[in-house]
């Protein structure tokens, strides 16, 4: 047995009985590749594009990846439910408390706008848990995985957090919420030049998916953003936590999916973001004196 093997085995001992952790990687493998194939051609040619919001984007390869996502995986588990980001959600039958959470296409308005900056998310939990994560970028053709309790993995490499503690060193990343709403839940600017006073700099990929991917890589040592989906965080989370990094809500506490922010980090990080979120999410509004 060699060394994935073993920690496959050992990582049956979070998994349901009848749920085998290499099966279920197996067809979200078969899934990605599929969605691949179609994002990549559809690369290649005018595409349309429509509009769930003012600036929120959906298109045809959205539509089209997310259903051979969804035919491969129900072909395998028929029994099992799904929260999709075009197709929203399908609880499980009969007893089954297993569930995918895809997103087929993380970073729309990047790939309508030929951005090369996008990827596919599939997440599978089993009663409220995550227990596995694919993130394939398929311009790079990078496959990030996590199983719960084994690790993390890039193209079958072990992945790992890294370890700066500096802020004034650290690259951090983050994104906006396509709702235009003027609320505190999805402001971001405030939160976004409070630490770009701090640190070596601040990136926007337009792909919160990848973005947690990243981190896990080491390649940025921070990451936060509001008002994100399930979908959008799901399988990315699990690959930051189990390359060793954190991931909470903006408060510190544990990080649900339909938490209004989500904060991840290589750890060491950690409690000065999270606390300067808090100190910058208290500050008030700053507003012209009168004249």
Known sequence: MNQGDKNISESRLFWPPGILPEQIAETARRAADLASEILLEGMTRTIEVGYKGRIDLVTEIDLASERAVMETLSRDYPDHG???????????SGESSHRWIID????????????????????????????????????????????????????????SVSRESLPQRSLLATGFSYTHADTPRLKNMATFEGFSREVQGIRRSGSAALDLCHVAMGVLDGFWERGLSP????????????????VTDGFGGPFRLEAPLVVASNGFLHGWMVDKIRQISEEPEQKPEPR
Not at 132 to 146: H, I, Q, S, T
Not at 231 to 243: N, P, Q, S, Y
């Open 82 to 92: 799904f929260l999709a980001e075009e197709s929203g959600g399908r609880m499980p």
């Open 231 to 246: 979908w959008d965080t799901a399988a990315g989370t699990l690959i930051v936590r189990e390359a060793g990094g954190t």
């Open 104 to 159: 087929p296409l993380d970073g729309t308005t990047n790939y309508a706008h030929r951005y090369p900056c996008f990827c596919i998310s599939i997440a599978f939990e089993s009663s409220g848990s995550l227990l596995y994560g694919l993130v394939v970028d398929p311009l790079r053709r990078m496959r990030f995985e996590a199983w719960a309790g084994r690790g993390a993995t890039l193209d079958g490499k072990r992945l």
